[in-house]
T-cell receptor, first 114, second 117 residues
Framework: GESVGLHLPTLSVQEGDNSIINCAYS??????FIWYKQESGKGPQFIID?????DKRQGQRVTVLLNKTVKHLSLQIAATQPGDSAVYFC?????????????FGEGTQLTVNP | GAVVSQHPSWVICKSGTSVKIECRSL??????MFWYRQFPKQSLMLMAT?????????EQGVEKDKFLINHASLTLSTLTVTSAHPEDSSFYIC?????????????FGSGTQLSVL
């Protein structure tokens, strides 16, 4: 089932530092994982994805690491900028006989201090 | 990138009225769309999967008679909140699945903020 939290975990970093946001997923059958960025009052914005047959993928300033053994996913943002301030969600894609579904983690509020 | 348009972006209504939210894939066809609800400071919760030409699949605990979903074309899904009450006030987000080159991706709308008075 879904866990409902009253507040989001927060991460506060200085501009220029690297940020690491972590996520634990629950379903070992998940085959695809995505990180999204959500700014206040907007829909989620795709950042980077990774398939379950990989353990690392790099994009521009972002890296996603996948550890299937402990069902852990992380997002690393290099040289964090004030524009990176947002809520970050990991999502796991679960394939079922009826189709695939994307479910979201609880999210982390990233604040970048100038 | 692909574009998903969601309308309206915000709506205020009186308790007991019905509200319709539209989700359109503008530059691709989507046989499957998804509807999420998000309360403040919380994550997105999947409400239902909308399938073109067939009935939607609802998640456990979501009332299908209250949240009516229609996916009559390959580019449009609608969510109607019937007899809305203040507890239905939330941010509603749709997404559309695009298949291309044996790859699939989800694209999200910009969300609809519903406030029920």
């Amino acid at each position: 089932g879904e866990s409902v939290g009253l507040h989001l975990p927060t991460l506060s970093v200085q501009e220029g530092d690297n940020s690491i946001i972590n996520c634990a997923y629950s379903n070992s059958a998940s085959d695809y994982f995505i990180w999204y960025k959500q700014e206040s009052g907007k829909g989620p914005q795709f950042i980077i994805d990774i398939r379950s047959n990989m353990d690392k993928r790099q994009g521009q300033r972002v890296t996603v690491l996948l550890n299937k053994t402990v069902k852990h996913l992380s997002l690393q943002i290099a040289a964090t900028q004030p524009g990176d301030s947002a809520v970050y969600f990991c999502a796991e894609n679960i394939r079922e006989t009826s189709g695939s579904r994307l479910t979201f983690g609880e999210g982390t509020q990233l604040t970048v201090n100038p | 990138g692909a574009v998903v348009s969601q309308h309206p972006s915000w709506v205020i209504c009186k308790s007991g009225t019905s509200v319709k939210i539209e989700c359109r894939s503008l530059d691709f066809q989507a046989t499957t769309m998804f509807w999420y609800r998000q309360f403040p400071k919380q994550s997105l919760m999947l409400m239902a999967t909308s399938n073109e030409g067939s009935k939607a699949t609802y998640e456990q605990g979501v009332e299908k008679d209250k949240f009516l979903i229609n996916h009559a074309s390959l580019t449009l899904s609608t969510l109607t909140v019937t007899s809305a009450h203040p507890e239905d006030s939330s941010f509603y987000i749709c997404s559309a699945r695009r298949f291309r080159d044996r790859d699939e991706k989800l694209f999200f709308g910009s969300g609809t903020q519903l406030s029920v008075l």
